[in-house]
């Protein structure tokens, strides 16, 4: 009777970390529609650093994707439950794609993946650790997902291309992911918890307790 109670007692709990509740859904799409923000201007920017840079060595390009990883991430990083990373990253994409630019509709389908991906590695995790090395493999994560949709999607999908430049592009994807993604993304949920804005969360009470 003991374990049957203790062990009831224990899935409630799991289940209840795990629902949402209003404010992580408003939480969510507010970080989503400010990282789209980031993406729209960083698609400027970022195209241009990209161009340069698979102008110096074809597939080199990929050094400048990770800021279009940083939804998933720190979504995932913030709310802590099934999905939000997922969902931050579409919101995200939506919003870039909606204020305009030059991929139109694929830029939905590509965060949507990205997202995923990012997900996966929350969900290995059971969304129990959030430390910077889970996130340096969310940000990999989602970069894989960027990969892989931009190996078959479009007009010249990248499978048509040399093994060269998809192992190069790879290779940059997931440096940039590591970095602009992973470390940023926890950098900035951090940065944010110090502030006393995710109180309500324990990613900002996580924080707080170490600060």
Do not use: C
């Not at 944010?192 to 804005?197: E, F, I, V």
């Amino acid at each position: 009777m003991h374990v049957s109670v203790s062990s009831s007692a224990s899935v409630a709990a799991t289940a209840g970390r795990f629902r949402w509740r209003v404010v992580d859904i408003v939480v969510a799409a507010v970080i989503g529609v400010a990282i789209g923000l980031v993406f729209w201007g960083w698609n400027t920017i970022g195209y241009a650093w990209f161009t340069v840079m698979d102008g110096v060595t074809p597939g080199l390009g990929g050094i400048a994707v990770g800021i279009w990883l940083l939804g998933g991430v720190v979504g995932g990083l913030v709310i802590r439950k099934p999905g939000a990373a997922l969902l931050v990253e579409t919101v995200a994409a939506i919003v870039s794609m909606l204020i305009g630019n030059v991929w139109g509709v694929s830029t939905l389908f590509e965060g949507f993946v990205q997202g995923l991906g990012a997900e996966l590695v929350f969900a290995l995790f059971l969304y129990r650790s959030f430390r910077l090395p889970v996130a340096v493999l969310a940000g990999i994560g989602a970069g894989l997902g960027a990969w892989v949709f931009e190996l078959f999607y479009g007009s010249s999908p990248n499978i048509l291309k040399s093994l060269e430049f998809n192992l190069i592009y790879l290779a940059s994807i997931v440096v940039s992911a590591a970095l602009l993604a992973g470390v940023l993304g926890w950098v900035l949920v951090r940065a944010l918890a110090s502030t006393g804005a995710l109180n309500r969360f324990a990613s900002g009470r996580e924080a707080r307790r170490e600060i």
